[in-house]
């Protein structure tokens, strides 16, 4: 990307000219397990990228092999944002990673670099290319306890007392009436303000979207493959040192997946040697649901993870950066709202 230059010749009318006025960036997304940061990496290598991570645990200090987090090696010297930035003992809401990776979104731009946003949270990913702003209403722990007691039905005809339109929302939006996270986020709202009030959207980017997925044998296997890898490499050891340092094992519950298998292992809930049984069952339900997420957006380019493939969303984002646009500032206020870039 070039920087800004007053006598940049204008461009020509048989260039493809986007009308945008938004920054661009690449969005690699899907679920977990399916090689997203070595395609970020990738890209990053080729067209002078930076990658910000868009992953709920990630964002934490300590929370590396149960996270997937990228090492340094893995990196190749290609800079990453958003990790290792909050104490797992506080909570980190997407209003705070919207603002914080805006913010990191602005340095990238400012070093005429092309950020890659890359990551299975598409909470966040929504947040921060979309603008998206959720309500700010804080997690109930005493009226989620209560809710995880419900069968997946009856949460659903309880939305529906509380909000039915939003029930009619989520029933509309790719099963998310069988989804028990929105189902009890949406009751949780409703509960404190009344009903779910329409998501707001501001887009920060134009970005393209390149999604990774398997077929279900395959990420079956190559989940069960990352959790043997893992304790191996000291997964459990990372769980007892988070205890040490002071994170609760109702925290590490919180985090879920690795995290709250491994804390029932240290807590004497479950043996070690049902752990990795459990915990397979438990990310494939997570997948699940970052599939049913993730098939709202239209516009998601869905690839198999193979070199050939890599090679062809290295031709997509070639041709999608091609296509210039009619502004050439970069303009991010503190880290929110509208952003352009030639």
Not at 261 to 273: P, Q
């Amino acid at each position: 990307m070039e920087k800004a230059n007053k006598n940049r010749p204008k461009t020509s009318l048989t260039e493809p000219v986007s009308p945008t006025l938004l920054p661009k960036a690449v969005v690699v997304c899907g679920p977990t397990a399916t090689g997203k940061s070595d395609l970020a990496v990738l890209l990053a290598k080729k067209f002078n990228g930076e990658v910000i991570s868009a992953d709920s645990r990630q964002v934490y200090k300590g929370l590396d092999l149960g996270s997937g987090k990228i090492t340094k090696k893995e990196m190749l010297g290609v800079p990453h944002y958003m990790l290792d930035i909050e104490n797992p003992k506080k909570i980190y809401t997407v209003d705070k990673f919207s603002k914080s990776a805006l913010k990191s979104a602005k340095e990238i731009l400012n070093k005429n670099k092309l950020p890659i946003i890359c990551g299975g949270t598409g909470m966040y990913i929504d947040a921060l290319v979309d603008g998206v702003i959720y309500p700010q209403v804080l997690p109930d722990k005493k009226l989620r306890k209560e809710l995880s007691t419900y069968t997946t039905e009856n949460l659903y005809k309880k939305l529906i007392l509380l909000d039915s339109n939003r029930a009619q929302q989520l029933k509309n939006d790719g099963g998310g009436e069988f989804n028990r996270v929105r189902l009890i986020r949406s009751i949780e709202i409703a509960e404190k303000l009344g009903s779910v009030p329409p998501l707001v959207k501001n887009p920060n980017f134009e970005a393209i979207f390149i999604g990774l997925d398997f077929d279900d044998k395959t990420m079956k296997d190559r989940i069960l493959l990352r959790i043997r890898a893992r304790m191996k490499k000291g997964m459990l050891k990372e769980a007892e040192r988070l205890h040490s340092e002071g994170v609760s094992f109702k925290r590490m519950h919180e985090f879920g997946l690795e995290y709250g298998h491994m804390a029932s292992v240290l807590e004497g809930k479950i043996y070690k040697v049902e752990f990795e049984e459990l915990l397979a069952k438990d990310i494939w339900q997570f997948v699940k649901r970052q599939r049913t997420w993730f098939k709202r957006r239209q516009e998601i380019v869905w690839i198999k993870p193979t070199p050939a493939n890599f090679k062809k969303a290295e031709s997509l984002v070639k041709k999608f950066l091609s296509v210039k646009v009619h502004s050439s500032k970069t303009n991010i206020k503190n880290g929110k709202n509208r952003s352009t870039i030639n």
